[in-house]
């Protein structure tokens, strides 16, 4: 379709953008990036997602499609015949990946919020105990979903490793910030070698911000919060 267009609203910085931008990489789709300004909402914003209010937006011919991992699974979808599948084609396979990228969002990225807004050292202590049994759950979910090979999705990128994956600039922040190892090569190898393989991944790498960046921009949003 000569005539498509394909924009993509939303942040350098957010997690869930990150999922969306991969999943357009693999597919090999070009798209027009427009970036939100932090602390405030478009117009274009607002009238593409009236009921989240919320990036990401993907505007495929000026219809939106809301919520990160939905959006993936459209881009799946309409160019399903570029580039490789991001989700498994076995039925059970595909209820696996989605289940896990579920319990990202509903329960591992609260987890890691949950670092960052304690107060507290025992509070903080309780939020790292949780994060750390969230990726030994993952751990295992890797070794079963990989079958030994590099990535959730088996030898390529997939749906779970987009979901977990576009994390991962996050999760090195709060060890930053936590002097804490959260991807620790001694109590979860797999997931360890996977967060290089996935950060180095043609489709990853020039759109994951560096911890540096990442560190700075976090820094503007507490000075932010305390205001």
């Not at 881009?75 to 076995?90: C, I, N």
């Not at 700075?216 to 305390?226: C, G, L, P, S, Y």
Request: net charge neutral; with cysteine.
């Amino acid at each position: 379709m000569a005539s498509e267009t394909v924009k993509l609203l939303g942040s350098w910085a957010s997690p869930f953008v990150i999922r969306v931008r991969v999943a357009l990489n693999i597919k090999g789709v070009s798209y027009e990036f427009l970036q939100e300004k932090f602390g405030s909402k478009s117009e274009l914003l607002l009238k593409s997602n009236p009921v989240y209010k919320k990036i990401p937006v993907l505007l495929h011919n000026d219809k939106p499609i809301c919520e990160s991992l939905i959006i993936v699974q459209y881009v799946d979808d309409v160019w399903a015949a570029s580039g490789p599948s991001v989700l498994p084609a076995d039925h059970y396979e595909r209820a696996q990946a989605r289940f896990w990228a579920t319990y990202v969002d509903d329960k591992f990225f609260p987890s890691m919020r949950g670092i960052a807004t304690a107060q507290g050292e025992e509070a903080k202590r309780e939020a790292i105990k949780q994060v750390e049994e969230a990726l030994s759950l993952l751990e295992g979910a890797f070794h079963s979903c990989s079958k030994g090979k590099k990535f959730f999705g088996g030898a390529k990128v997939g749906f779970l490793d987009i979901a977990l994956g576009s994390i991962i600039g996050w999760v090195r922040v709060t060890e930053e910030f936590n002097s804490v190892k959260l991807l620790d090569q001694a109590k979860v190898p797999g997931l360890a070698k996977w967060a290089q393989d996935f950060c180095s991944d043609d489709a990853v790498k020039e759109i994951m911000p560096s911890t540096e960046k990442l560190s700075e921009f976090a820094k503007v949003i507490f000075a932010n919060m305390k205001k």
